[in-house]
């Protein structure tokens, strides 16, 4: 009897073995590609101090790490261009005022900390009132960035961030939100095509709060857009010209805008 037993506990053992070693097979300890975690640039490191400066003075930056959702289609049918903020001897001729005209967002993509933003706005032409702004020839993104990352790192108006060991081309392609709650603010840089091919590089904040209207509708309240234009990539004396003729910013202009009334998700004409 012991000896039947010794050779029934010997078999139950080496079950239990095989078992563990198929569950262990199945199921490996270790993943097969290692986890990869991303840390977004600090808005404050990313973003220059006087455009920063200005959204926190009409209190309407908000940060934290919980944002809300915002993918859709979101139009302004009107923008109110309320702050010029210029350099020293700027000869920027840019008032503040009202546009009456439709601007369309789409906000899309967005995965924890990383974001998706393109948005298209009326045409104008030299010397009207938004030209430099709103003369786009295509979507204006994020994406446009692309490789013109080098001929931006190495000018003075740069960020400390873009020069610190942090920094990676990679980064530079992103947009980013941070807030919590319904409230949110983006931060991201933009090349926009506009028709005169000066190809300015801007640093761009934009916030707000989602809401719902009457209809159900997703809607986006206390709208802010702003941007500091940091450079030019097609820089000669067309650029310049253009420059000191007033009909566009000098790097280091900052304009802030916000809708008037709350932006409504929907699908909208391109």
């Known amino acids: 009897m012991t000896k039947r037993t010794n050779i029934t506990t010997f078999i139950l053992i080496l079950f239990v073995g095989f078992l563990c070693s198929c569950k262990k097979d199945n199921h490996p300890s270790t993943p ?14 990313y973003i220059p101090e006087r455009l920063l400066h200005l959204f926190d ?4 930056l908000h940060r934290g790490d919980e944002p809300p959702m915002i993918n859709g289609n979101f139009v302004a049918e009107s923008l ?5 903020d210029k350099v ?42 938004g030209f430099s702004l709103e003369q786009s020839d295509t ?7 692309k490789d013109s990352v080098a001929l931006f790192t190495n000018t003075p108006i740069a960020p400390p961030y873009f020069k610190s060991s942090k920094f990676t081309p ?18 991201f840089y933009e090349i926009r095509d506009i028709t005169n091919h000066s190809l300015p590089l801007n640093a761009v904040v934009i916030t707000g709060k989602i809401s719902t209207n009457v209809e159900g509708k997703t809607i986006i309240d206390d709208f802010w857009w702003g941007m500091e234009t940091m450079k030019y990539y097609n820089e000669g004396p067309t650029t310049n010209l253009i420059i000191q003729l007033g009909y566009i910013p000098t790097p280091g202009d900052i304009i802030i805008s916000k809708s008037p009334d709350a932006l409504v998700e929907g699908c909208y004409r391109k």
């Open 32 to 45: 097969e590609t290692p986890v990869s975690t991303y840390e977004i640039p600090a808005i404050d490191e």
């Open 57 to 60: 003075s009409l209190n309407v």
């Open 80 to 84: 109110y261009y309320c702050i010029v």
């Open 88 to 129: 020293p001897e700027s000869p920027y001729n840019f008032q503040p005022i009202l546009t009456i005209s439709d601007h369309y967002f789409e906000f899309k993509e967005q995965n924890d900390e990383l974001f998706g933003v393109t948005f298209k706005s009326p045409h104008g032409t030299p010397g009207e009132i």
């Open 139 to 145: 979507d204006s993104t994020y994406f446009i960035v």
């Open 170 to 187: 990679e980064v530079f392609r992103h947009a980013y939100i941070i807030g919590s709650g319904d409230y949110f603010t983006l931060y």
